[in-house]
């Protein structure tokens, strides 16, 4: 189907890896010109950056820290002298962290919702200034922000505050043809699942009612939905991705 991303601008965030990485290659495969933003050098990476070269249409990646102002600048700067503006940002990048309220320390906190949060505003608030009417951002929150989970005070705080900037987006940016949605993704299978247990797994499995986890891929075709015209008249909702939690 000819969703017809053909020639729009996009930039994901935590593109390198899992959920982001992705929604790269999808929106890419659908012909947009992609900002694939990573925050650590790594092999995936450079053969994101070999994939993306192949397609030979001026996707490619982009070292900056979500969470610093400075760097989130200069890296929207750069994507509209690269690519001319942006029509889509998919704010994805995310840190995920276990620690029960007790022992929970302020910097854990700080260094969660500083990228959760502080780097969704930042990311959002430059590229805004960049996107046309017709333009589409996409939030990836977590089904823990309204469901809650034991260690995830900080984690779900910082994704409640992203339904909360979602539905304020919608209002402020509505005039101006923007629309701003969310996806609450259940249990994916990226590096922040790997290291769970068969037994944990199990568990996770049986929570949902498709009986299985969810794939990257999963999620970025709701994204690239989100980014097209089928869903022009679709603003301020979180879409849940959870195979039925
Ligand atoms: P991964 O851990 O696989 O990837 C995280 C991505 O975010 C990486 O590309 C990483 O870059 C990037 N990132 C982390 N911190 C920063 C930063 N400060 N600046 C720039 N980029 C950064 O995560 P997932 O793919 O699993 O998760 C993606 C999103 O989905 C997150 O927001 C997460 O909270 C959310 N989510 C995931 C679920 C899951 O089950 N997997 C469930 C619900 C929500 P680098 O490689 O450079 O570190």
């Known amino acids: 189907m000819d969703l017809e991303l053909r020639g729009k601008r996009a930039l994901v965030t935590g593109g390198s890896r899992g959920i982001g990485r992705a929604c790269v290659l999808a929106l890419a495969r659908q012909g947009a010109r992609v900002a694939a933003v990573y925050n ?67 910097d854990e906190w700080r260094r969660v919702v500083d990228t959760n949060l502080t780097g969704l505003f930042l990311v959002t608030k430059h590229a805004v200034a960049a996107m046309p009417a017709g333009g589409s951002i996409v939030i990836i929150g977590s089904g823990v922000a309204l469901r809650g989970m034991p260690g995830r005070v900080h984690y779900a705080s910082s994704k409640a505050g992203a339904v909360g900037m979602t539905r304020a987006l919608c209002k402020e940016l509505g005039p101006r043809g923007i629309r701003t949605n969310l996806i609450a993704p259940g249990i994916i299978e990226t590096d922040q699942t790997a290291g769970l247990t068969p037994e944990g797994r199990a568990r996770y499995e049986k929570l949902t009612a498709l009986q299985r986890l969810g794939a990257p891929e999963e999620i970025a075709d709701v994204v690239v939905f989100l980014a097209s015209d089928l869903s022009r008249y679709v603003t301020g909702q979180t879409i849940y991705v959870d195979g039925g939690i």
């Not at 200069?74 to 995310?94: F, H, I, M, Q, T």
């Open 40 to 106: 650590r050098e790594s092999d995936a990476v450079r053969s994101l950056a070999a994939e993306l070269e192949a397609t030979g249409d001026g996707s490619y990646v982009v070292q900056a820290d979500v969470a610093d102002a400075e760097g989130v600048e200069r890296l929207v700067a750069d994507a509209r002298s690269r690519l001319g503006g942006l029509d889509v940002l998919v704010n994805n990048a995310g840190v995920v962290s276990h620690a029960m309220l007790a022992d929970l320390e302020l």
